[in-house]
Structure formats: C-alpha cells, structure tokens
Antibody
Framework: EVQVVESGGGLVQPGRSLRLSCAAS????????MHWVRQAPGKGLEWVAG????????AYVDSVKGRFTISRDNAKNSLYLQMNGLRAEDTALYYC???????????WGQGTLVTVSS | DIQMTQSPSSLSASVGDRVTITCRAN??????LNWYQQNPGKAPKLLIY???SLQSGVPSRFSGSGSGTDFTLTISSLQPEDFATYYC??????????FGHGTKVEVK
C-alpha cells in the first residue's frame, strides 16, 4: 500500500525556519518525482515545490523562491522541505504528494500544519 | 507562468442534477489537465487525468473533456457524496503545476 506521511509542522515565529519531512513507502521512491502542495486555512490548493526522481531538477512557486528548498534522500525514501524566512502567509497545511506515471498527483499524505505567528 | 481560471467558484445543486465545471488556461496546455475532488478535512483525490481519462475506482458519472485552453468536468447525476470542492490542475510545465481556485458544489 502506497503511503506518504508528513511530519515536522508546528508553530513558528515569523522569520524563523522549519524543516518538513515526508516518509514514503509502498512504491519505488526513486522512480517518481515528488511535490509539496499547501492549503491555507479555508483556501484553495497551492503547488509549492517539486523535485525530479534523481534531484536533477527542482521548481518552486514564485512566492517561496529563495526561501524554501526541496530535497530528497532516495536511500531513505524521504522528501524534505526546508523553509527559511517564514512569513504569516506561509501558514498552511502542507501536503507531500507523489507524482504519478502520467503527469498527475496520485497519492497525497494527510498533511502537516505549519503556523507562522508571533 | 500558466494560470488556471475555474468557474463558477461555487454552485448549488440537487441530487440527480447534471453539473458542469469549467477550467481555462491562459495558454495552450494540450491535454495536460487533471481534476481533483476534496472533501472537508480530507486530502484531495484524483478524479480525471490527461483531460479525459478516468482514474481507476472513480465512478463513471464523472467525465472530463477539452484540450488546448478550455476544459470541462461533468458529473452526470450528482450523488450525495459528490458535494465537495473540485480543482483543476495543469501539468504542462515540467514540475511546475498550478491549480485553479476551486469550485465548491453545495446542496441546493
């Protein structure tokens, strides 16, 4: 059974850092690109960052460029999101998402909540 | 950047109704268009990929169509479990996939 499980969320002050992790199982992790998608309270879905299967390519939404870094460790079947310089507008539920074989998201975690507030 | 515009932002319907949601891209995305359903407090679920392909396990009352810039999600006969929020998503730009703002389907 495919599973992706996020961790690392919490309450953090503006300007501070947080690192999210995602543990994947049930599939060949290094065969697939992975992504982070977030959802602010009561709002829609926002794609945040994506990384190719071999870490050769990464991409970010403009609002997090230069502050967030996506990475993966294929030996550990894990995905990460290093978030620096956090802002109130980064408050959201962050989902770890597996990319499917044909350019779609086929498996989502349950999310980890990040709250940026003083 | 590719922007996705969904309409309407919300709609009211009754069980048994035919429901149509549209999604428009600001440039051609061929058929790189997916649809997701999200119920409150749950993670999104893939319904349709590549504009018109039904994900395994999704009821056949859901269908998708379109190509280029204009796309449609249709629910042929709305069921109680279909009251949810629906999102379109483009996957044309490698690794940079944007969502529409969502359409909330509510009980009339």
């Amino acid at each position: 059974e495919v599973q992706v499980v996020e961790s690392g969320g919490g309450l953090v002050q503006p300007g501070r850092s947080l690192r999210l992790s995602c543990a994947a199982s049930g599939f060949t992790f290094d065969d697939y690109a992975m992504h982070w998608v977030r959802q602010a309270p009561g709002k829609g879905l926002e794609w945040v960052a994506g990384i190719s299967w071999n870490s050769g390519s990464m991409a970010y939404v403009d609002s997090v460029k230069g502050r967030f870094t996506i990475s993966r460790d294929n030996a550990k079947n894990s995905l990460y999101l290093q978030m620096n310089g956090l802002r109130a507008e980064d408050t959201a539920l962050y989902y770890c998402v597996k990319e499917g074989p044909s350019e779609f998201f086929d498996y989502w975690g349950q999310g980890t909540l990040v709250t940026v507030s003083s | 950047d590719i922007q996705m515009t969904q309409s309407p932002s919300s709609l009211s319907a009754s069980v048994g109704d035919r429901v149509t949601i549209t999604c428009r891209a600001n440039q051609s995305i061929s058929t790189f268009l997916n649809w997701y359903q999200q119920n409150p407090g749950k993670a999104p679920k893939l319904l349709i990929y590549a504009a018109s392909s039904l994900q395994s396990g999704v009821p056949s009352r859901f269908s998708g169509s379109g190509s280029g810039t204009d796309f449609t999600l249709t629910i042929s006969s709305l069921q109680p479990e279909d009251f949810a929020t629906y999102y379109c998503q483009q996957s044309y730009s490698t690794l940079t996939w944007t969502f529409g703002h969502g359409t909330k389907v509510e009980v009339k």
